[in-house]
């Protein structure tokens, strides 16, 4: 009895990413013996193409995005990788190189991240390629970084550049100049998820989250689960080269900078008496943390100031899919 | 700062399910402290509308089918629910009714089988509706029931009746008589998970797995996994009084039953001397369970023999995606 090709399918291409829980992905679930005296983080996010990410990505890096976005969601709660599930809905007529480059980004970043598939299903669709990724991670009982815990007076911290994600959509769009191979594509297409960071922020950091939704809209989310306000300098916002040369270039493009999604870098609080602490793990891990702006008393409002004090006007907020 | 429509509604529609680890669903994970010395049971699968339900199937029976699948896996394994993930990608002109009777569906199914949702992502498609759930489980360490560990003279047994789910989708498709609110479309849309029978099995019944592909491909996978073969006798597999209605009505409806898909009983192996203790332990939790065969040494193949002690002929095996 030869296998179905649905199975011969998964032998050949999600096996060898399989992890040793994953029971070589042939039995009805995967068994995990969790850390003794961990506390799960657990998250799952979806993607699908031509809303997460372009329908002519190439495979390789729509695995790792998927997975990377997943483990920023890991970071931000302070998190160590365990292992993942992965739920793939594919085209009948998805070619073997498709799920080939896909798997084998898989397995980069297995290796760069420290973590194996636990297990999953694969299924056929009518619509488009549709991906979902549930990530297990752990950390000490009771420590996880959560959104509430920011307070008036506490410093609004960001790791890496902003904007590099929505600005490389733009790029891939043909919207904006710059090479499908360059920073901002690249951004776009592989996020960096702050997982070391995110550990060594715990204990100190009052409050995190990942920028995803865009830097505005992430920081309203982190003011209304702490229950305070945030004044933040357009100016203080850490821009990477290409950015900051297509801003100048156009200073039209700052909103979108603020509110465009897919940056997956760390937003956090922080009292100012941390600051140099911070700053110190941060620049001992290789990872830009920059002071952005301060936490205020008041509604759940975030205020985008200019460099003479007035108010930059936003549009939109952020993304939202509905 | 009002919420942005996507979360609006997720705090509508998914707040009312998140369980105390799901942190409201406002962070960026769910944290999950494991019960102490026990070991985590962990499936995901995907369904796809037009795929794994019919377009029009009403939400109420869509999220609880996708739930119950899952929950159909951790039965398999002997585990305890736990938890769940949920990913949900939705056309962007879905109505707040069909959410509002998805998650109600999910609450009924969450009440009934004892678990909450933990977290997840709500998304739009340009693609029909998908859905991915990750279920969380757990069993004493090491008990987990297995597909390898069946032996030549051990009984082939299934729970329930076969035949149900497919049948149940000839009738909604209209090329079968009977009611699209009667015993058979229910079981298309509404699985069983065998949970407590799956709890009871274990230390007894030395192979597990659920019935999701059809009874003849999934004994397959059973049998590779073992390294023996079955026989099994077409006569004795349970049918609903439906299924046998209609079987008796179109004998050529054999084969569809036997290799049709959504079943989701268990399948399971065990020694005859565990017989009566099975039976036994069946009744007690009023769910039948049935010696459909015997599995014997030889290559992993599956012989379905009529009562005449022919081979019954079967063309294809099961359901694959691809």
């Known amino acids: ?112 991240f420290g973590l194996a598939l636990l297990g999953g299903d694969t299924t056929s669709t009518p619509g488009p390629v549709s991906l979902s990724l549930t990530i297990l991670g752990h950390v000490a009982p009771g420590s996880a970084l959560r959104r509430a815990g920011a307070g008036p007076g506490h410093d609004v911290w960001v790791s890496g550049t902003i904007g590099d994600g929505t600005l490389g959509l733009a790029v891939l769009l043909g919207e904006r100049p710059g090479s499908p191979s360059g920073h901002l594509a690249g951004r776009y297409r592989l996020p960096r998820p702050r997982l070391s960071l995110g550990q060594s922020l715990v204990g100190l950091a009052t409050a995190a989250m990942d920028v995803s939704d865009g830097l505005v809209q992430d920081l309203g989310h982190l003011c209304r689960a702490s229950g305070c306000a945030a004044v933040i300098q357009a100016g203080l916002v850490p821009l990477s080269e290409d950015a900051a040369a297509l801003l100048q270039a156009d200073p039209a493009l700052l909103p979108r900078i603020l509110t465009g999604g ?34 205020v008393a008041g509604d759940p409002l975030v205020t985008v100031l200019d460099g003479q004090g007035g108010v930059v006007p936003l549009g939109r907020g952020g993304w939202s899919h509905f």
Chains 1, 2 share one sequence.
């Open 1 to 112: 009895m030869s296998l179905p090709p649905e199975f011969a399918l998964i032998a050949q291409h999600f096996l060898p990413l399989a992890g040793p829980g994953a029971l070589a992905l042939s039995d009805d679930a995967a068994l995990l013996l969790p850390p003794p005296g961990r506390e799960l983080v657990i998250a799952a996010d979806a993607m699908v193409a031509g809303v997460h990410f372009l329908p002519d990505d190439p495979p390789e890096t729509v695995g790792r995005k998927l997975l990377r976005t997943n483990l920023s969601d890991l970071a931000a709660m302070g998190g160590v990788p365990l292992g993942y599930l992965l739920t793939v809905s594919l085209p009948r007529d998805t070619g073997p190189e498709w799920l080939a480059g896909f798997t084998a980004g898989l397995a980069k970043d297995q290796a760069e």
């Open 262 to 295: 897919d940056d997956y870098e760390l937003l956090f609080a922080a009292p100012p008496d941390a600051a140099a602490e911070i700053g110190a793990r941060a620049a001992g891990l290789g990872v830009a943390a920059t002071r952005i702006g301060r936490f």
